[in-house]
Structures are given as C-alpha cells and as structure tokens.
C-alpha cells in the first residue's frame, strides 16, 4: 500500500497529504532538492503536466516517489510507497489527483500572499479515498484478467466520447465495478442501460428542468429520442445529471478551450448549483463535451455503491472534462478560419512588442535555436547547449510576457537564471577554512590533526602542474607549510619541473615571509598512489598542513590508464580531488569530465574544477558549462594568466554575463 | 411642461455663449484630471512594508511563516523553491499586540505588511539575494538559524558564510552612496535562533558567540583568500572590491560593529513547533520595526 500521498507547492507548503505510514519528512526534503534544485537526474528537464509514469520516479534506499509536477500553479504530487512493493495504479492515482485537484482548487493557488488553500465543505480526502479505492479496485481486477469487462466497457464508452478521450483509467474501473451488472451482457446501447435505475432519473429529472431547459442541444436531443414514454424519463436523466457537469465544462470551453485551469469560479459541488448560472454556463457551455459527459452519466449510475458512487461521478466528470478539453485544445489549434488566424496573427505581432503574450512552441522554438546557436558559439558542447535549450524552453511554455517584454529578452532572463543555478554550487566552497578545520580542529571535535590532501587530476597537457604551483603560492601566502607529492612518476622531467617550481616558491616564499614548501619525491617508474600515501605519511610526521599531490597526465579514454585513479583515490585518501579543464577544448570536455569523475570507484567522484587557461578563450567560456552540466561538479577556480598569482576565485556571476554577452 | 424647457435647453446649449465655452473648457480640461485622481485612487499603488525571511535550509523559514500566517499552528514544510510572500498585519497599540494570533482582533491600528520567505538552499542563495534586491520597502531581515545544529561546525560554517553575505549586501546598500534613493535606508537583522525546545539547543547568548566567532575567521580568510574571477588588477582596492565586513581592520567581528552601518542585529531564541518560548519574541520584533 501507499505510504503517504503529499501535494506540496514549489515554495515548500504542504497543502495537502495523507499518511499511511509515517515517514521522514527528508526523503521528501531530498527528493525535492535532487530532483528539482540540482537536477540530479540529468537526463530529461522536467516538463510541466506531465504524466508521473513518464517522470523518471526518485529511490530512496527503502521508498519509491513517483510524482507529477503542475509548474503554472506551482505544485508538486508525490506518492511514497516502498520499493519492495510493485503498484502499479500509483501513476494512474498521481495523475488523477493532479487533475481533480487542479481543477478544484487550481485557482486558490493563484492568489497572491497567501499559503492557504480553502477546501471548504467538501474535503478532498474524499475525492482522493474514491480514487484510491477506484485505482486499487481496478487493478485488482485487472490483474486477474477479465477480456471480455475490458471490450464490453470500452464500447460502451467509445462511441461516445471523442475517439481521442479513451480513459483508460475509467474504462477499466467501470468495467470492474459493473462487472457483475453488465458483464454478460451484449454491449449495452444507452438506451438499454436506461430504465435500470428509473427511480434515481426521475428524481434528477425534476430538479435539473430548468438547466435542462436551457440548454438547447440538449433538448433538441432529446426530441430526436424521445419514442417511447419510459426512454424520454431516462433521457432527461443526463441532462439533469449534465447540471453540474456543463458548468465545469462552461468555463473550460469559453477560453477557446486552452485554459481549463485559469477559471476563478470556486466550485461548490456538495452545494445544489443555483439556476441562474447553471444557465449561463449552459448557454456558454455547448459542446461535444456535454455529450461526453452525458454518456459517462449513464454508465455510472448502474454502479453499485450509492454513497461512494455520487462523488466517484463527480470524480469522473472532472477527469473526463479535462481530457475533453485537453483534446478539444489540440484540435482547436489548427482550426479558426481566415479571419481568425487573421486577428491571432496581428495580436500576436502586437503582443510580441507590448507584451502579454503567451509563449507557444512556435514562438520559442525559433528564438530557441538563436540562444543554442549563441551558447555553441561560446563553446558549450552541444549536448549541455542542447539540454540547457530544452529546460528553458519547458519552462516557458505557456507562459506570459511580462509588459513590454519581448520573447528574446523573456528567454534571456529565464536563461540567466538557468545557467546560475546550475553554475552555483550547493555548499561554499572555501578552502582556507576547510583547511584551518582539518589542520586546526577545534578542541571540543575529537578529531586529531591531520595534514589537507587536495590531488589534481586531468589530461596531458592541460596545466596540472602550473595550477598545482598556483594553488600552492595561494597557500603559501596564507602562510601554510605545503609538502608537493611529485605523482608523475612517468613521464620525463615531470619531477624536475616541479622542483623548479618549488625552487622559485621557496624564494618567493622566504622574501614575502610566507609558509614553507617542500618537495617529496621518489624518482621515476615507482607507484604513484604508493608515492603519494608515503608523502602524506611523511606529511603527517613533519608537520606540514597541506600535501598537493601532482599526478600523470592520462586520456581520458584509455580505461589501463584511468582505472588506476581508483587504487590511488584509495591510497591517498585526498580531501579534494581537482580535475583541471583547459577552456579551450570543446565538445570533448563532456567526456573528459564524467570519465575522470567515474574513475575513482563508487564513492568517491570530484570535488571540483579548475578551468585552466581561461585568458586564451575570451569570452568563449563554455567549456566550463559543460563540465559542470556533465558532472554536476562545481568550479572551484580559474586560471587567467602564466603568473603564480593568476588564480581566480570562480565567480557565477562573472561566468554567465560572459556566456551571455553577445559579442 | 418638460418639452419645451428641454427644446430650449438643447437650443441655449448650442448657440454660442461665455459661459457655455467656460464650462466647455472646464470639462475639457478638467475630466482627464478627474478621471486620473479616481483610477490612481481606486487602484493601490503602496507598496506594503516588507520583511524577508532567510537563512540556511531545513531552520525553519517556511514553517514560522505558516504559524504567522495561519495563527493557530504551522503546517507541514518541505524544501522550498521558490521565494513566496504573505501578507500579515502587525500591530504596537492593539491588545493583541504581542503574539500573531491577531487575525480576528479590532483594536488598535494594524499595518499591513508582506512578509517574504527565501529558499534557502545553497544553489537557490542567488534567488533570495535576488529577492531582497528586488524589494522596495524592506523593513527588516529576520535571518533565521538552528540552534540546535549551530553546535556543530558543519553546520556552523554555511550558516555564517550565508549571514556573512546578507550583512555584507546590507553593509554595501547603506554605503553605497550613488544608489540616492531610499534604498539606502538602514535595515535591521533579527538572527531567530530557531528550534530552542530541542534538548541539544544552544542558548541565545552562545548563538550569538558562535556565529560572531565564525563570522570574524570567515571574514580573515575571505581577506586572504583569492580575487573572484572577472576582477582585473587594476581593480584591486577598488570601493567595490573592498568589502570587509563591519569596523575595518578591528580583529574579532562582534554584531555591535555593524552600528556603524546603523544596521542593528538582535538575537531571540525561539521555536516555531513544540513546547517553548514560541515565535510571540519574533512576532513583536517585527511588529516594532514596521
């Protein structure tokens, strides 16, 4: 069974849950921050709407979250079960709550300046009992297999609804329920299935005559049937029961059927709707839809249980309305007429200056391909440009401009943010203080000092020991005593140039009055992770605060090469493992960046970047967008010059105006 | 008799007179006026006083706006996305001016006031800065934190390096001298020591210890530490890149120090859920500086 059921909004209220089984309220927490903040996921954006079958579902060590998100109103749907467990009508109950909620209480989520969402007399725990119930019922059923509930149900439904609207939830649910009513018998017409419950009609009948009366349709229906006395009773069942469906329906179909979700009529469907606007809906209302709706009436009330069959209609109607509309919406893209597509073609040239307009994919795609084309130009690999488009342009559709607002500057704006967020990393990163805690640990921690480990790590030739030397003089001038690990016991004159190095420190070191440095080296052909666990022993004899292990280049795709980061990652235990990234390579970044990041085991991957070389590339810094879309991974600095000083703090804010700045 | 006055009405109206063409006039350029006063009066441009909630993540931010917004208890919370505003009425001279359970009281003059809440994980940090750049009218920051976790220097460290960077964005808006409007308007700092019903809580005074203590070592190694990219070298020492935090020079950061900037930092335990000295301290805090 399902372990709770929450309806949380983007800013962190819980609107609505249901408990089963108490849970911790952080498996929610982290699936929140993993799946929408750092987009842990990776592989697809989040789209909007979408059905929770195809959101990839979030595991917990013991839990399964399977969720939809409504990005408009801003609200999440997450159903926590354990994984050990196979439910499969989870999806099938997400979806379902996401649309009766939206359609309930879609509006109060609208309201500025306030967290609360009013569900006045009719609670939706009762909605939400039904489907469960509903959902778990008909899997049942389903599981054991009935063919023939299967066929008979769905044609009694599709000769009624648009041949589009099939809803398999509904179908197989009524099928279960009316097993035992309808089951054998041949495929029931309406007419048939009528005088079953003559009772129940007649009562709507007298009640539902002055919305009946209205609506026109409906009565022309009606004559057209109308043969036989008893059959004419039943007839007006529909249209009495349509007495609360149409409204709904009403102000979905006035907007040209595209917003189903933006009407402000709070529905009261406990309540007895009043005439009048029972009236105007219905005289606004006129469709296929009511028709639909009529239908499914009919099917419903043969059901068995009374109580729980009044709001598993209500349920219904909502569903089906939603996918009427949702269907109606589709079909009434492409249609409108000269004059139409006229009007809609002039407004929308006026909105696109003025603002207020709203995106569709045919607006954004264009601009979009111009914002892909811009982030290849500066050098982001396709994949991470392409990714980057697509969250984007997700995010935007069917959203509104803001006044004077035109598309390009609305992707802008959505693109700056995206890029920040993603160049952001989750904790500060600050060094010096990481350090001082390992070296300098507070007295009341238990821990003991130890000297700071950072390694770096990356392919030939990109600057990992002109960095190392950098970050080296960096501390240094903090006045650490630093110990240099020569890892790169292959190729030749790799100890030597560092020593040079260390040379040149210990002078500029010795003038400024800073720490110390010293080399640790074992010569060539000896093991580097055995090189550099006996320095950091060594380190933690003498005194010294931070080892900087110095490694071999490696390609990234030479797997003899790269597995032996793993024993090294093992052998040295480094607090940081830095990758460095020269700017300049392109599309290769991507998997330079995941092949060292998967090369030290399972647990431990990077700590962070330095992008090297960042003066030769101007503007065209994407290389760094790509590692981090790759990896997930944050800059730590970057390298602008050949000096010992030319080492940067990476800064977001620096980063996206330049990958930004049209040039 | 109603036609023929109306006739003569309709006639005196159209001939051609002084006091016709003064009326004429009057209306003419009177109407746009009136019609301005009625639709700048009918729709509201105040702009409400604001009071933005911030902090690290998990402290309790969205949970204590719940509790103000719906009185009696906070609902559940989970990790925010989003900056999301409230509107509340705070009150100094009504009888229940102490506590937020206020929504059904009549006496004394309420103000209304928004109050915004911040998501306060690492990556959405830029969003809440955002957020706070964007107000018009901030009135005060409650900038909240866990005292039951501050024990820890895991959780210590990101609490003050995020505190750091609010009063360092405070500091910057008072000092900055070009920005002439009303922005520059000084804007205190209530650091809420949340969750003080816990049995691991730190008392008020060592929060405040604690964070001033991490404050000053975050400050030195900021001072030592390396140039954000995008700084050329020319710019070093610049007004801009010149930022450190409270009385330049001076060794240990304390909150007093942050005077200088007419910025005032109080500290106030409280807890938004179970038994304790409840949120009523935050509630009049608030009230006091709207």
Known sequence: ?663 | MPSPTFWSLVESSLTPSYTLAIIAIVLILGGPIILHFILSNSTSYIIHPQVALVGPDGVGKTSLMTLFERGDSPSQTHTSQKAHSVELNASTDSSSKYSYKNHEDTTGTHTKFLLIDTPGHGKLRNVAMERLNRCERLKAIVFMVDAAALGEPESLAPTASYLYDILLFLQKRVSDKSNNKKNNTPVPVLIAANKVDLFTALPSTLVKTNLEAELSRIRSSRSKGLLDSGVGTDDVGSEEQDAWLGEYGSEKFSFKQMQEFEIDVDVLPGNVTGDGPGAEKWWWWIAQRI
Not at chain 1, 358 to 373: H, I, P, Q, S
Not at chain 1, 529 to 557: E, F, M, P, S, W
């Open chain 1, 1 to 663: 069974m399902l372990d709770s059921f929450e309806i949380i909004t983007t800013s962190g209220v819980v609107v609505w849950s249901r408990t089963y089984a108490s849970i911790k309220p952080s498996i929610v927490d982290n699936f929140i921050a993993d799946t929408f903040i750092e987009e842990k996921s990776g592989s697809t954006a989040i789209q909007d709407s979408q059905s929770a079958s195809v959101n990839p579902p979030y595991k917990n060590d013991q839990h399964t979250l399977k969720w939809t998100i409504v990005k408009e109103l801003g609200v999440i749907f997450v159903a926590v079960y354990r994984s050990l467990l196979h439910l499969s009508w989870v999806d099938k109950l997400v979806d379902n709550i996401r649309t009766i909620f939206v359609s309930l209480y879609g509006d109060q989520l609208k309201k500025p300046h306030t967290t609360i969402v009013e569900f006045g007399t009719n609670k939706f725990d009762e909605y939400f009992d039904q489907q469960l119930h509903e959902l778990d019922k008909a899997s049942g059923i389903d599981a054991t297999g009935v063919p023939e509930i299967q066929l008979n149900s769905s044609s009694n439904d599709e000769p009624l609804s648009a041949p589009s609207l099939t809803y398999r939830g509904r179908n197989i649910n009524q099928g279960g329920l009316d097993a035992t009513l309808n089951g054998p018998s041949p495929p029931d017409t309406p007419s048939a299935s009528r005088p079953s419950t003559p009772s129940n009609n007649n009562l709507l009948v007298a009640k539902a005559s002055p919305a009946a009366r209205l609506s026109r349709r409906a009565r022309k229906k009606n004559n057209a049937n109308t043969n036989a006395p008893p059959l004419s009773s039943g007839d007006e069942g529909p249209g009495g029961r349509s007495k609360k469906a149409p409204k709904k329906k009403g102000r979905k179909w006035d907007q040209d059927g595209m917003a189903d979700e933006e009407d402000d009529v709070q529905l009261d469907y406990s309540a007895q709707a009043n005439p009048l606007s029972d009236s105007e809906a219905e005289a606004t209302g006129r469709s296929s839809a009511l028709e639909h709706v009529d239908s499914s009436t009919w099917g419903s009330t043969t059901k068995g249980k009374f109580v729980l069959k009044d709001l598993g209609d209500e349920v219904h109607d909502i569903l089906a309305s939603a996918e009427a509309s949702q269907a109606a919406s589709s079909k009434n893209g492409s249609k409108g007429g000269l004059l139409g597509s006229g009007i809609n073609a002039v407004s929308g040239l006026f909105r696109n200056v003025v603002g207020g307009k709203t995106l569709t994919k045919e607006d954004l795609d264009k601009a979009m391909k111009g914002m892909e084309e811009h982030l290849l130009k500066k050098n982001v690999a396709r994949e991470a440009a392409v990714r980057l488009c697509e969250g984007v342009e997700k995010e935007l559709l069917g959203v509104k401009t803001g006044s004077f607002e035109s598309i390009n500057a609305r992707i802008q704006t959505a693109m700056e943010a995206s890029l920040t967020k993603m160049l952001t990393p989750t904790s500060s990163m600050d060094l010096l203080r990481e350090i001082d805690a390992v070296t300098a640990p507070p007295v009341t921690s238990l821990r003991t000092r130890r000297p700071y480990v950072i390694s770096i790590v990356g392919v030939n030739g990109v600057g990992k020991s002109t960095n190392l030397s950098k970050i080296c003089f960096f501390l240094l001038q903090n006045k650490y005593k630093v110990l240099i690990a020569a890892g790169d016991t292959f190729r030749s004159g790799a100890v030597e140039q560092l020593a040079v190095h260390v040379r040149n420190l210990k002078e500029l070191a010795a003038r400024e009055g800073g720490g110390e440095v010293d080399i640790y080296q074992k010569g060539y052909g000896k093991d580097a992770a055995a090189v550099a666990k006996d320095a950091v022993a060594h380190a933690a004899q003498t005194g010294y605060d931070v080892v900087l292990i110095d490694t071999a280049g490696r390609r990234h795709n030479d797997q003899r090469l790269m597995s032996s980061l793993e024993k090294f990652a093992k052998f040295a235990q480094p607090d940081k493992i830095l990758m460095v990234g020269e700017a300049l390579v392109g599309t290769d970044s991507v998997a330079q960046a995941r092949n060292f990041n998967a090369a030290f085991g399972s647990v431990r991957t990077l700590d962070g970047f330095i992008i090297s070389k960042c003066d030769t590339v101007g503007d065209m810094v994407g290389t760094l967008v790509s590692l981090v879309h790759a990896t997930n991974v944050p800059v730590l600095f970057v390298g602008v010059g050949q000096h010992y000083s030319d080492l940067r703090n990476f800064s977001v804010k620096w980063a996206v105006e330049k990958l930004l700045s049209s040039s």
